[in-house]
């Protein structure tokens, strides 16, 4: 089974342009998560997608956008790129969950990353 | 507030040593509980999990990690390390917020072996 790929693997923008990151899951996977991973910070939950629904959210100001598409691929949007903004984006897949489920979960298998870097 | 918290940013070690490496959580619900390694321009791979059953679970490359409920810990041990596990190590916790599940990570340890 082929892997979470990520693209593009690396990005330079500009303070004040937006940038798009893809993920395309493993396939058979439904749920997409985005986490931003930078150094002392460790990995930052971003958002979950779950078919095409987002169902859980991070503590990120709203210039961090995403969505799913039927086929379970995400993309993730920052708009008016700030220094800060630079890290690597991680992207992470699990399999199908019974929706409303509570207590169970499923390992989440993750992608190299996006590497983006704010000039 | 719902958090993970690993004592340790740096770890140094020479080969053979022993390691532990602490993981402690603040949640008071039903929790899964991960490790992860990130080794050097690799993606992030897990390492071992505990879902239910015996707290202590043995993961891959020797590694086994224990569950104790009332100290809201799931340390990772091995106990001889090798120059191969220079890597930074991430604990994460599973919480319930919000009708799901939320994996929240700590902000990671990085360990290096000398031969």
């Known amino acids: 089974k082929a892997g979470v790929t990520q693209t593009p693997r690396y990005l330079i923008k500009t303070r004040g342009q937006q940038v798009t990151l893809s993920c395309s899951p493993i396939?058979?996977?439904?749920?997409v998560s985005w986490y931003q991973q930078t150094p002392g910070q460790g990995l930052q939950f971003l958002f979950e997608?779950?078919?095409?629904?987002?169902?859980n959210k991070g503590n990120f100001p709203g210039r961090f956008s995403g969505r799913q598409f039927s086929n379970s691929r995400s993309e993730m949007n920052v708009s008016t790129l700030e220094l800060g903004d630079s890290a690597l984006y991680l992207c992470?897949?699990?399999?199908?969950?019974?929706?409303?489920?509570?207590?169970?979960?499923?390992?989440?298998?993750f992608g190299p990353g996006t590497r983006l870097t704010v000039l | 507030a719902q958090s993970v918290s690993q004592h340790n940013h740096h770890v140094i070690l020479s080969e053979a040593a022993s390691l532990e490496l602490g993981c402690n959580y603040s949640?008071?619900?039903?929790?899964?509980l991960f490790w992860y390694v990130q080794y050097p321009g690799q993606h992030l791979q897990l390492l071992l999990k505990y879902f239910s059953g015996d707290p202590l679970v043995k993961g891959i490359k020797g590694f086994e990690a224990e569950f104790i409920k009332s100290k809201f810990s799931f340390n990772l041990r091995k106990p001889s390390v090798q120059w191969s596990d220079t890597a930074e190590y991430f604990c994460a916790v599973t919480m319930f917020s919000g009708g799901y599940n939320k994996l929240i990570f700590g902000a990671g340890t990085r360990l290096a072996v000398h031969p």
């Open positions: 949640y008071g619900g039903t929790v899964n």
């Open positions: 997608y779950f078919s095409e629904t987002q169902r």
């Open positions: 396939s058979g996977h439904r749920s």
């Open positions: 992470a897949s699990s399999f199908p969950e019974v929706a409303g489920a509570s207590e169970t979960y499923n390992e989440q298998f």
